[in-house]
């Protein structure tokens, strides 16, 4: 029997512990249910958009989201070809103007506008460090990534990439290859500041860069000869400079990266793809001590755990050696020692979804990735209660350790150099091959103490996924679902999953598919970041008491594409080519009126548009929009702006739909989704109300977030009322918006939450009508909420599958038994009526979470068009 871990109480929330410290002394306080104890505990759950009062609704301006919508169309930045190019690659970077107003400089750390000078001076002391502009934030910040590594020709560094290229496209090539194994330059990823309030990475990595730019010591020239370092210097400018945790549109960008949707997200993305870093950490704030990764289980199921373990442990115990080293005390200092979480505790703080950097990098290569996470708190209540110069004390102390983790991280990466990338070129391998994965164990990953059957997590890969093309035009879910399934897979080509097109007809797996259908073939690569979207996922609901964040977010699911796991069949029989995007479905058909089905996001985009064009429509019986043919040539532009299908038909339509104006008490996810389904959105609270809300700017509202009907003062809930009585509609999404109907005396539907940590992904059934008509039998769900008592006139448009609903993700019954996934099945989850003239639709799934489930979007679309 191997050593087993430490048993410690777990909370039935992680709890975060936040270190009060002054010298000689520690007070430590309880930020959340549960004893205060010595042990580090994770943080409570950051949930996005989570209301922490009535002015958190989402806030976001409409030009942040227009600026990373706008790149979500264009292609991934890109980060300057390799082609004709050596290293240094110095570039004169213009100067952001001075901004008194950043938080940085309270903490005596780099503002953003000081980092620009900083790396221009830092170019010209050498020949080795190198600056490329990886995109620009949401809020139009650049993003700065910094190579250091020693002077290369341009042929040796075409050399570099042919090497880099062959380790995935051969990687049993590139494991005989000797010269990989002599002289290609191992790649480093250090990624900080993500969450913008959690600053000291970037000046840590400032002073790294600055002391490797001019070292004259052997080890050092004998790293940089070795080995390329890529820093990301300010992943997140945006909130560097507000103090914020999210970017400019509200966002978390450590949960975006299996969705994607902001640009600071998608350019870390191409960093992987373009650089395909063997070892990167994530530098973060606030644990007492220092948080260093690999987790707690469950550990995602799709790594190669048994490689990725052995590197992540290894370097660990080299970082934990490296901060403890570095002197601080809790008695002198307020700083305790180090924890390993999959050594130190039991559950809490795991890897199982790849929304987190570190999480996603291993899927393009990253053999050990850790997120860091320094130990003295100096944002949120902090900032403002402590004294300049503690804070200070603090900030330095985290800058230290920060720069103690990189120091570490590159000398474990350089001594052992050539086992970290045989262990890359194995994973690339693996999956090429399709080989079997390897089960984590004492035997399989020698050296790493205390693994046990709680750590093996392993998943059987299909042959291969086909995502279906569609018969002819109007003929059902496959033609339907067209302009999903090339959203699909344009997200999976930007993410480096191989996927191509069929060419003939083909039989695969019992089932016959059309020409032009997509095929990803499983034996590639990255077959891990294939799978990890595309598959269901698993219930792990027995597996462990909490988790850290979400638990499912299947994109063949929820992102209204047809998706089919072939679990075996012979592949040469299907002719195929490779596709680098989606081919094009926009379609206008000849004559007749033309039939807009409201099926996608991008549909009711193309609806949107219409209509603020002055477009006349008509809504037909199943809830799609009827467009006149006299409009054909406008239906034509929108058609090829958003890549939908207007088909023929001889409906003419009833009620004529109109351009919906929203007031929206919102998450920022939400706030972001509605403005990608091209809604006129106004954000609103509690407070806005409160001061003087001007309702004639809006049709409907929607409330999730931020706004509390009993917190409205009389001139305000005088004025909601009247709204509502006077034609306006409502939507409302979870426990927020049914309080605001129940607040409100609207329709008799009396909410029911679920457990508040369960979320992921679930089966629902739709009654066909206009709101969930044409939507996929699986929706989100986080903290549900089912609806019961339902009045006379009440219309149940959606329910939860009978049964277990839980298809994937964590969601168990509260303490006492109730709020399970078992109560939950066969309620209805969305619901509409009328009550005192007005419209009200309910949801208790959550169909824009963090502008992820896009399949189910339009249910929102639909149910603001209804209302409106």
Known sequence: ???SRPKRPVPHRPVLLTATATVGALVLTAL????????????PVTREGSPLGADRAAKTPQAAAERAL??????????GGDKGRGYPREQQLDVPPENPADK??????TPYHGIAPKLNALQRVGDRVSVEI???????????????????????TARQTRMRERIENDPAGAAKDGAIKSSYKTPVFINNNIHGNEWEGTDAALKLIEKLASAKDAKSKDLLAHNRLYFNITTNPDGRIAGTRANANGFDLNRDFITASQPEVRAVRQIAIAKQPAVMIDLHGYVNGTLIEPTTPPHGENYEYDLFLKNSYANALGMEAAVNGLGYTEEKDGVKPAVIPFRDQEEGWDDWPPIFTPQYMPFHGAVATHTIEFPMQVNNDEYESQPVAELRRRARINTDIAGAAMRA??????RHRTSVIADQIEVFRRGATGAKQVPVSEETVPGVPGIGPEDVYTTEFPRAYVIPAGGAKGSGRDQRSATAAARLVDHLIAGDVRVERASHAFRLGGRTYAKGSYVVDMHQPKRGLANVMLADGRDISDKVSTMYDISGWSLGRLWGASVDAVKGGDLSGVHARPVRAASHVGYVAPRGNLRLRLDDPREIAALNSLLADGISVRRDRDGSAIVPSSARRAAAKAAKRYDVSFDATKAKGGAALHRTRVAAAVTPGELFALREMHFDVVPVSTATLNSGFDWKKADVLFVSAGLDYTELNASAKAGLDRFLAEDGGLVGRGAGGAALNSDAKLIAAEPVEGNGDANGVVRVTGSGGTITGGAPDHSFVYSPVWFTGLGSGVRVEQRYGTGNPLVSGHWRAAQDGSGGPKDAAGQAAVVSGTAKGTDVVLFGTEPLFRDHPKGVFPQVGRALLSVG
């Open 134 to 156: 990886a995109g620009r934030s949401a809020g139009g910040h650049q993003l700065y990534l910094v190579t250091v590594t020693a002077p290369e020709s341009a042929r040796e």
């Open 409 to 414: 991280t590159l000398d474990y990466t350089d």
């Open 1 to 3: 029997m191997g050593i």
């Open 70 to 79: 706008g790149d979500a169309r264009s292609t991934a930045p890109g980060l």
């Open 104 to 109: 940085s400089i309270k903490l005596g750390l």
């Open 32 to 43: 959340a249910p549960g004893s205060a104890t010595a042990d580090p505990t994770p943080r």
